[in-house]
């Protein structure tokens, strides 16, 4: 069994460590024997077009809108979801493969469109802090992760959020916390995210080895799980 991971702009989407997502899941991955390939993604390379999971982390608004018109006419990412490769897509990540977001000087811009969600930016103040979620996905435990964005992102009627947040802003709409639309995983939990939460990590790479993984302890991400979560549910 073998796993490409494509991490896209992480120079540009790399602002909050989210970079560091792929190494849970490669970690993880090989754990059950998995063979796997991680390709980095530069500015100015093509994005491949068959890879399994593709990551995309956080980053401040210029660097996020010069990602956004890269992947537009790379056309890449999009291909591959059409196709049926798994997203994770973290803060700034999240915005973009939305339908629609805020652009230079606030005028609103076309995202990627992979998911059914607009990203507006409003006078509520910036939200910053640890977050704390439900699941949708019964068979995941609590999550948890540090946010810090100015957008407020709104997903369409129908669409599935990752979860319902008990601590915190997320998406900053009827307490729902960042989307799970397919095979497509947005958020805005940074930490890196999948280290905070390996349960998640090993849902993400079961819908992108399209697979039940092999069962797997590691007692040092356990207990940075367990000691987030213990500590911020009170």
């Known amino acids: 069994m073998s796993l490409v991971i494509v991490r896209i702009y992480h120079d540009l989407l790399g602002t909050y460590g ?13 754990a059950r024997g998995v063979d796997v390939e991680l390709v980095e993604v530069t500015p100015g390379m093509a994005i491949p077009r068959q890879g399994n999971l593709y990551l995309l982390g956080g980053g401040e608004d210029g660097p996020q809108t010069a990602s956004l018109d890269l992947m537009k006419e790379d056309g890449g990412l999009t291909a591959a979801v059409q196709s049926g490769a798994t997203v994770f897509a973290v803060c700034a990540g999240f915005q973009v493969i939305g339908t629609t977001l805020p652009g230079h000087g606030g005028k609103i811009i076309d995202g990627l469109g992979l998911v ?114 213990s500590t911020l549910i009170r």
């Open 116 to 229: 059914d969600a607009k990203t507006i930016v409003n006078a509520a103040p910036r939200s910053v802090g640890e977050l704390v979620v439900q699941p949708t996905n019964k068979s995941l435990p609590i999550l948890t992760g540090f946010e810090n964005h100015q957008g407020l992102t709104d997903i369409g009627d129908g669409v599935t959020p990752l979860g319902q947040v008990l601590s915190g802003v997320g998406n900053g709409f009827n307490k729902t916390e960042g989307v799970w639309q397919g095979n497509v995983i947005g958020t805005y939990m940074h930490g890196p995210g999948l280290a905070r939460n390996p349960e998640l990590a090993d849902a993400i790479l079961e819908s992108a080895l399209g697979t039940k993984l092999t069962s797997f302890t590691d007692p040092f991400a356990q207990a940075l799980a367990n000691e987030r979560r």
């Open 18 to 30: 989210d970079q560091g997502n792929a190494e849970v899941l490669i970690h993880r991955a090989k």
